[in-house]
């Protein structure tokens, strides 16, 4: 019965993940593209896959289940994104594979890390603060950095990321949520400068020349 309990729980984030990632791909599409092209930009960026992947994280009972959880999410979308490119577009991108298995490797050391919000210790508020310090950075070096989007479009960029933030936010426990956003905040802020610095680099400008 408990083993069964665990597999369902396991098969309900991948096919989350999988349903992200059939989006993420029509996202690339060029009609989308044209029309709604920050929809594309928000598919495209870390902020959404580490929201949802914290969040089933943080609402999973325990730690080792949220090591599980997180690494079935992105299988299933990493599946269905690359999966629909080779079968559906007839390419298959070696290096991006390669890049984007790599980082879902960590991803049960980051699901077991953040279960950890719900624990009484001294630096669970640090570890709450990690998602929204990249929400926070990323918002920033997306809308200040790069200067083709429009008003409209930095408008819709800071309402998705106050979503995500907030959505987070309710998610972990009160006592942890002031004090999660204030060192968000903190750690946002001088990961910019080292970026801006040059002292950082911007992961996802790297990574989008893979």
């Known amino acids: 019965m408990q083993k069964d309990l665990n597999i369902r ?5 991948f096919m989350v993940g999988v349903a992200l990632g059939i989006t993420a791909k029509f996202a690339d599409g060029r009609e989308i593209l044209y029309y709604l092209p920050i929809f594309a930009d928000i598919m ?3 902020g959404i896959w580490v929201w949802a992947a914290a969040l089933i994280a943080v ?3 325990t730690p080792l289940l949220a090591a599980a959880r997180s690494p079935a999410f992105f299988a299933g979308m990493l599946m269905a994104y690359y999966g629909y490119t080779v079968l559906f577009l007839g390419f298959f991108p070696k290096s991006q594979v390669i890049l984007w298995g790599t980082v879902a490797m960590a991803t049960p050391f980051c699901g077991f890390l953040i279960w950890h919000v719900h624990k009484k210790i001294h630096y669970a508020y ?3 603060s990690l998602p929204f310090a990249l929400f926070f950075t990323e918002w920033y070096l997306t809308v200040f950095a ?3 989007f429009t008003a409209g479009e930095k408008l819709s960029l800071l309402i998705v ?7 987070l936010l309710a998610a972990i426990p009160a006592k942890k949520r002031l004090f999660g956003l204030l060192y968000g905040f903190v750690l946002s802020a001088l990961l910019i400068w080292l970026v801006q610095a040059g002292v950082v680099v911007n992961l996802y400008e790297q990574m989008l020349n893979v």
Do not use: H, V
């Open 59 to 61: 609402r999973s009972k």
């Open 146 to 148: 790069e200067r083709y």
């Open 126 to 128: 640090m570890i709450a």
């Open 161 to 167: 990321y106050i979503g995500m933030t907030f959505s």
């Open 9 to 13: 729980m396991l098969i309900s984030p």
């Open 44 to 46: 495209g960026r870390f």
